[in-house]
């Protein structure tokens, strides 16, 4: 056989499933796709996580929206981090063009536009679904990770989230858990150091310092009430296409610690909630973290942890987690180990920095006969990417350099009255556009702050005066008259006279 039909069996067996699987596009060999070869990810593997990675410009946001319209079309619901506006245009059929057919002829795949049901949802005050979680629904722990704190920081908020469970006191926004430092420092210090240990002001202060922090960068509009419901994510429309759950953080780009705990809390709370799947034929929810960097720049070493170990272990509920980012480097090497799909756009060498992660980069692929795999990841086009993934038994599938598919839906945003369409329409929009203030710790702390001074005031002002008490008057006149029959005052007055009788 030629190189050629060798090159058509080798990636078509690699390629093989037996179950259902998205189609990405053709393999490549010499630079030139191959249209008797078929790139395809199965359903099943889904869940062992990926990257999709790449320079500005390569083609990362498109090759999102290809996989999840494609995830979508199988009833299986999206969650995507929208950084930069790009993914609405997802809610609208796209629009074949004379460079959408040329390239689809090369890759023997027919096109056809599509719309998908979209939900936009914001964690501010943009316009679509409110995100909001509760600090009782972090914990103890993992708010002291998000908050950096160290073991002894740590325990003292382990000992106020036990407080307020003890006393019946919710923990769902900021204002209440700042409400409990400065009690617990002042008014209630004594209470909390006979019941619970002393507590220094000193480590209070600190905490107090670090929430300021999450404040200033929007976790007071994060953290409250209505709390959403993970099951809201699960959504099926009535054609059975999966929801894309879009989330627009355009106004939070600059904000990483709001991103971070966002997203740490996001997968927490699925893990949490969602049953034991194991080995499934597809999976029961996809998230895609674009800029995936803003969740590890910001992070501790304790937060990292956490997050490795929640990857490792919410493939078993069924979910699968992409991380969306320019350069693999940006990944832990922790997390980056838990990823089965790559998907590697190209990456351009300016620098001698680059060229080296270049060569790092290409140490996390398969070896390959057909590719010089350096040399393949500076001169892919648009719309390219090398490509590897796991088979239905869990083993690497060839490298493949894949001349991918185009989206069948809008390539381009969404215009303001689109979104506003959208939203008008959206269930969930009504279902919490709703902000819920009810009694909780801050409330119940001011009141009881409240009652305990205007009782001390009462007690002050209503205490009777004792019967032997001399009264002011009493005490004045006593006082004149100590001093008046003093013997120091008598021999002061005739010394006196003494001298007036002389003259």
Known sequence: MSNKENFIQYINEGYTSKGESILLGAAMLDGEPISETAVKIPLKTLNRHGLIAGATGT??????QVVSEQLSSFGIPVLMMDI?????GIAKEGEEKAFITERHAKINIPYKTAAFPVELMTLSDQNGVRLRATISEFGPVLFSRILNLNDTQSGVVSVIFKYCDDKKMPLLDLKDIKKVLNYITEEGKDEISEEYGKISTATTGTILRKIIELEQQGGDIFFGEKSFEIDDLLRIDENGKGYINIIRLTDIQDKPKLFSTFMLSLLAEIYQQMPEKGDVEQPELVLFIDEAHLIFDEASKALLDQIETIIKLIRSKGIGVYFVTQNPMDIPKGVLAQLGLKIQHALRAFTANDRQAI?????NYPTS???KTEEVLTSLGIGEALVTALNEKGIPTPLAATMLRAPMSRMD????SEIS????????VKKY?????RESAYEIL???IEEATIQAQEQEEEQPRKSNEPSTAEVIGKSVTKVVTSASFIRGVFGVLMKIFKK
């Open 84 to 88: 930069k506006g790009d993914f609405s």
């Open 433 to 437: 556009q709703e902000e819920i203030d």
């Open 59 to 64: 083609g990362k946001t498109k090759t999102i």
């Open 446 to 448: 001011t009141k009881k």
């Open 413 to 416: 945003i969404l215009n303001d």
């Open 369 to 371: 006969d057909y590719y």
């Open 421 to 428: 369409d959208i939203n008008i329409k959206s269930k969930l």
């Open 359 to 363: 060569n790092q980069t290409a140490d």
